[in-house]
């Protein structure tokens, strides 16, 4: 299907069959608003999507971002109505069923893209991965620590870092955080990254606020953050 923008319209209507969900989790989702000529509008690219099943966040970030970064679509980032378009054509990812068949969809910030919002902003399925990804298109994996979690479930990794764009934006610091927090092997996060505990993503914000004080953070390599971090982290790095 070739990508569109939900209308104001179609946005609203997509809205309140997410609010609907809490009431009967089994209502089919309105996919007739992609193109529907009220509720959708052609964006004026070329770009067809398939409606797969998106892995993780990672999968769906460079799968979005591999599919229109070659066309000229301006202002991708802050088009609450392209996301919401997204959102709804790959609702089995985003708002999947459950083993009873219904869905349990969060909080509306999940699936309707509030642009001018950065703390809330991240907390969109798609659009958050995707702006991850674009800010490390050099080298994605180093970002990591922010992907590898499943689209319908980010996780508290995500949680405590993503809100915070000094440290998104950050090579040094996604990359220590994917030094620490993701399991060379699965490539999935570590058991107790997401909790309160010493060296924890939550201890990782503060710790990293301590040094902002002081050093050039952007000037820093993974490495050379992870040689000063304390001790409570040295459980994360061995």
């Known amino acids: 299907m070739k990508i569109g923008r939900l209308t104001e319209v179609g946005v609203t209507r997509f809205a309140l069959w997410l609010d609907a969900l809490r009431v009967d ?39 979005i971002f591999n599919c229109i970064s070659t066309e000229e679509l301006p202002d991708v980032e802050s088009d609450s109505g392209l996301w ?45 991965p995707y702006r991850i990804y674009r800010a490390h298109r050099d080298d994605p994996r180093r970002a990591l620590a922010l992907l590898c979690q499943p689209v319908s479930s980010p996780g508290d990794v995500v949680e405590q870092l993503a809100s915070r764009q000094e440290l998104v934006t950050n090579r040094g610091i996604m990359g220590l955080a994917t030094k620490l927090y993701v399991a060379a092997d699965t490539l999935k996060v570590k058991t107790g990254a997401g909790g309160k505990g010493g060296g924890s993503a939550r201890r990782l914000s503060d710790i990293i606020e301590q040094f902002d004080l002081t050093w050039d953070l952007y000037a820093a390599t993974p490495d050379e953050l992870a040689a000063v971090m304390p001790s409570e982290f040295a459980k994360y790095l061995r």
């Open 25 to 63: 989790p089994t209502i089919q989702p309105p996919v007739e608003l992609l193109t529907d000529v009220i509720a959708s509008e052609q964006l004026g690219a070329s770009v067809e999507l398939e409606p797969i099943q998106l892995g993780n966040r990672f999968d769906a970030a460079e799968y």
């Open 84 to 128: 919401a378009w997204l959102s709804l054509f790959f609702i089995d990812t985003v708002c999947p069923l459950d083993m009873k068949g219904g869905r349990k969809p969060g909080a509306l910030a999940r699936h309707i893209l509030e642009p001018s919002n950065f703390q809330r902003y991240y907390r969109h399925l798609l659009a958050g």
